[in-house]
């Protein structure tokens, strides 16, 4: 199963999203979509969009996003939320949640910073896909995609998108 990555998009769309995430079995928003027209057009790309709200978010974002998504993909246990922090600093409450949750990979956005990190303490593979909007102080916007395979996170890529 191909898992496309993105997050805080903060309402811009950028097509090489499309060509990156083509063949894509699943995309996964970690929030501050910004305009909801992201999600549909991310909906033309895969079969299966999954997508959170984020901190930005309102409106048509807010009443069809949730702000967690834990569920079972591929074999393994998924939380997909904008706000989690990441390994030895997870937000207030999320460290419980991913324990009682049996979680193994964790998706979370808000900070622009990409981050794809173990935590061998709660058994668990952290990703933080960065920011693919352009809005932010990050130098380069990111996008991550990879496979899972046997409840297993293979050929993991970090896609740097280049300004035109």
């Known amino acids: 199963m191909k898992i496309g990555i993105l997050s805080d998009t903060h ?4 097509d090489r999203y499309a060509d990156h995430f083509a063949g894509c079995d699943e995309i996964w928003h970690a929030g501050d979509i910004g305009d909801y027209t992201i999600v549909q057009r991310l909906e033309e790309v895969a079969p299966v969009v999954r997508a959170v709200y984020g901190n ?3 409106g048509t974002v807010r009443r069809r996003c949730p702000a967690r998504i834990i569920t079972d993909v591929g074999g393994m246990r998924l939380w997909l939320g ?3 922090g990441y390994p030895g600093r997870y937000s ?3 460290r419980a949640e991913l324990i009682s949750n049996g979680i193994t990979l964790m998706v979370a956005g808000h900070s622009h910073i990409l981050k794809v990190m173990n935590d061998p ?3 668990l593979l952290h990703i933080n896909p960065g920011a693919a909007g352009p809005f932010g102080w990050q130098a380069v916007r990111t996008l ?3 496979t899972i395979e046997n409840g297993k996170p293979t050929d993991l890529e970090v896609i ?3 300004k035109k």
């Open 160 to 162: 740097e998108l280049a």
């Open 56 to 58: 930005i978010d309102h």
């Open 121 to 123: 303490r709660l058994g």
């Open 82 to 84: 904008h706000v989690g």
């Open 11 to 14: 309402s811009y769309w950028d």
């Open 92 to 94: 207030p409450g999320v």
């Open 144 to 146: 991550v995609r990879l």
